[in-house]
């Protein structure tokens, strides 16, 4: 069940463990698909707002992992195209750390500017997993 690496980033430019990580996987099986039926923590889409604003962005802010380095694209683009089908994993390290809900999406702007989460969001349609972390 190895995927292709199809993109990977990883900039931790500030503070020490401050910065992001984003990649994406394709896989030319749906093995992946089943695995992620049985894990833990995996939902089917569509996901919660946090995520989406994470993702796709909304009128007050975001996406927060966009595709910059593709000249032919318009800026501030979500890396992430629209998926009608699929899976999406979410993980609020500091919901964690306080005592709530760490897998819940609603959480994640209700602190200021502090965010440590991961997600991960798995297209069935074209089998490519993204995911990306974000630490500050």
């Known amino acids: 069940m190895a995927g292709e690496v199809v993109a990977y980033e990883r900039n ?8 992001k990580e984003y990649g994406e996987l394709s896989f030319s099986d749906n093995e992946l698909e ?3 039926l049985q894990a833990p923590h995996w939902k089917e889409f569509p996901p919660g ?7 796709y962005g909304t009128s007050w802010g975001g996406p927060f992992f966009v595709n ?19 899976y999406y994993y979410f993980e609020d390290e500091l919901s964690a750390e306080e005592g709530k809900n760490q897998w819940d999406d ?5 602190r ?25």
């Open 68 to 86: 910059n380095s593709d000249p032919l694209s318009a800026p501030n683009q979500p890396r992430i195209p629209p998926i009608e089908h699929g």
């Open 112 to 136: 200021g500017s502090s965010r440590n989460y991961t997600f991960a969001i798995y297209d069935a349609d074209t089998r490519i997993l993204y995911f990306g972390k974000n630490k500050n």
């Open 106 to 110: 609603s959480l994640v702007f209700t």
């Open 12 to 19: 931790y430019g500030g503070f020490p463990i401050d910065g």
């Open 34 to 36: 089943k695995a992620i």
């Open 49 to 55: 707002n946090g995520l989406l604003t994470i993702v």
